[in-house]
């Protein structure tokens, strides 16, 4: 027993100075290793003691320090060998008798520390607490932050239930129903409406349409008159069924009776004008349960269905006529009937044309520069009743026609202002709704404007007296001046024949004294002083004379000396 420590430490010298043996690459772990599978087991039984296999099974996780934290259940027993590579020297030292007792030692020691070197499942292998690792290994990884995994979205949620389900109508073979789209319907959207009927009694419900319907109107086809149907309406979705939206109360597939009535439209109430040619299309609803029968009439006659075509429905009747004619004029009478009871409506087509020409024109009476025209009303009117007449006259020189009058009521007209020794010949035109007639009726004979004599007789005119006395119309008003100043004198006369001016001076005539300058412009008369004297002041007077009479006008003209200032003396 004292021998068996000494193989031991021949063993672990190789420990101190290991050699660095190329570290074999690690494979890739799983992600989950077995734990049952205890590295130990795998060496053979002629290995090294456990105690300096331990190392080598440390290095070979270290030497692979980017492996994964997981693996498998034969890695330990790759790293056994390894083991028994570096402990391979050292054992021919050792006795043979003495190998087998130190074994199951060594198997006893190294169990704690293949427990401690065994990582846990899912983690790397580290050096024990407080020991740097051994030389030739790489440094533990640091731990990686667990990575949280996103949260899941939340699950679909279904609608609402369907709004205000109702019945809109009822026959004796379908349901017609209606409702609105749900209150609530999410950010799943809404994929359609499935609906379910089931008879009365029962909770057999069964899927009237095969496929989602988007409309919130469907119609429950194919019934059994006299059944009473439950009804209910269901909103789909990824979240899938709503809640139920049923009817309160069973619904009664039979039709319902109304008695029959005949909408006319509008137009039709008072009489329906066409031209000829033209394509009637008119629509005429009515109602009335069960489905009406229609039947037309014209004049009381049943139609002609070559010339006229009508279209029944359950809700209208079509009247069609591709190219009207004026045959086709007549009262329509409507009838709808519905078992005992009946309604009837009628209106009144009137296919009308362009109307013919007057029947006759003729010149009544000529005179001066008018003439009298009148006519009669056209044979073909053209169905319909004649609006206005349009009057055209042409001058025989030129030939050319010209409108007078349109849209003219009577049947009698005056035309005037015609050129005085001119013929001239009239037509006249038929108009009404369809427009004015293609031809005209023209006068027979032409109307010709005579010229008559005219005596010219100059008017004769009094001749105006234009005689008048001399008379003056201003005042001629006192005047003063200095010496040496020229003064003048004004005045005006009005007289017819012109009055002869005599200027006095002192009741003496001044005659033609070159002192003296006088003038007489168109009655404004002037007598210009020339640089006056002390001796020139005096009373001076204007006569003015004609065959008719004389008259004078004066004035006083007085000259004052310059006063003299005694420095200038």
């Keep these: ?54 190392p080598a099974a440390e290095e070979a996780p270290a030497a692979a320090p980017e492996a994964p934290a997981e693996a498998p259940a034969d890695a330990p027993a790759e790293a056994a060998p390894a083991a028994e590579e570096a402990a391979a020297p050292a054992a021919p030292e050792a006795p043979a008798e003495a190998a087998a007792p130190a074994a199951e030692e060594a198997a006893a020691d190294a169990a704690p520390a293949d427990a401690a070197a065994a990582p846990a499942e899912g983690e790397a292998p580290a050096p ?27 699950p679909p949620e279904p609608t609402s239930e369907p709004l205000e389900l109702g019945v809109e109508d009822v026959t004796d073979t379908t349901v017609i129903i209606s409702w609105r ?12 409406y499935t609906i379910e009927i089931a008879k009365e009694g029962t ?77 009637i299309n008119i629509v005429i609803p009515f109602v009335g349960k069960p489905a009406p029968a229609v039947s037309w009439t014209k004049d009381g006659e049943p139609l ?10 359950d809700r209208d009747s079509i009247f069609f006529i591709r190219q009207s004619e004026r045959d086709d004029s007549g009262t329509y009478e409507m009838t709808v009937k519905v078992e005992s009871f009946e309604d009837k409506a009628s209106f009144i087509l009137q296919i009308c044309e362009l109307p ?20 009669t009303e056209p044979k073909d009117n053209g169905n319909t009743t004649i609006t206005g007449y349009t009057i055209q006259k042409a001058d025989q020189k030129t030939g050319d026609w010209y409108t007078v009058v349109e849209h003219y009521h009577r049947m009698n007209a005056t035309i005037s202002d015609l050129i005085m020794g001119n013929s001239y010949k009239f037509r006249v035109y038929a108009e009404n709704k369809c427009g004015r007639s293609e031809e005209a009726t023209c006068t027979k004979d032409a109307a010709k404007i005579l010229k008559t004599g005219i005596d010219y007789k100059p008017p004769t005119y009094k001749e105006h007296d234009f005689s008048e006395a ?17 003064a003048k004198l004004l005045c005006s006369v009005r007289g017819c024949p012109k009055p002869q001016i005599v200027w006095m001076k002192n009741q003496m005539i001044i005659g033609e ?57």
Excluded at 141 to 154: G, I, N, Y
Excluded at 358 to 372: C, E, L, R, Y
Excluded at 470 to 486: D, W
Aim: glycine share 6%; with cysteine; aromatic share 4%.
């Design 181 to 192: 789209p749900p209150a609530t319907v999410g950010k799943d959207g809404l994929d359609g």
């Design 356 to 375: 013919g020409p007057p029947a006759s024109v003729k010149i009544a009476d000529t005179w001066g520069f008018n003439v009298a025209l009148e006519w």
């Design 1 to 54: 027993m004292p021998a068996k420590p000494a193989p031991i430490k021949k063993a672990a010298k190789p420990k101190e100075k290991p050699a660095e043996p190329e570290p074999a690459p690690a494979e890739p772990a799983p992600a989950e290793a077995p734990a049952e599978a205890p590295p130990a087991e795998a060496a053979p039984a002629e290995a090294a003691p456990p105690a300096e296999a331990a």
């Design 513 to 569: 004294d070159p002192k003296f300058r006088q003038i007489n412009n168109q009655g404004i008369v002037s007598l210009e002083i020339r640089k006056p004297g002390s001796f020139d002041g005096g009373v001076y007077a204007c006569r003015a004379k004609n065959a008719l009479g004389e008259v004078t006008i004066t004035c006083k003209l007085e000259v004052k000396q310059p006063v003299i200032v005694e420095k200038e003396k």
């Design 203 to 279: 909770d057999d419900w069964k899927a009237a349409n095969e496929e989602l319907t988007i409309s919130c109107r469907y119609v429950i086809k194919n019934q059994t008159t006299g059944d009473r149907l439950n009804i209910r309406v269901v909103a789909m979705n990824p979240g899938g069924r709503s809640p139920p939206a049923a009817l309160p109360e069973s619904v009664l597939v039979k039709e319902v009776g109304e008695r029959p009535k005949i909408r006319l439209p509008r137009f039709l109430r008072q009489r329906y004008v066409k031209g000829v040619g033209d394509k």
């Design 470 to 486: 001399p008379k003056f119309t201003t005042e001629m008003p006192n005047r003063s001046t200095t010496v040496g100043y020229t």
């Design 304 to 313: 002609d269905t070559k010339r006229v075509n009508v279209r029944n429905s």
């Design 128 to 154: 024990a607490e407080g020991e740097a690792p051994a030389e030739g290994e790489a440094a533990p990884a640091e731990p990686v932050e667990e990575v949280k995994a996103p949260t899941p979205p939340p």
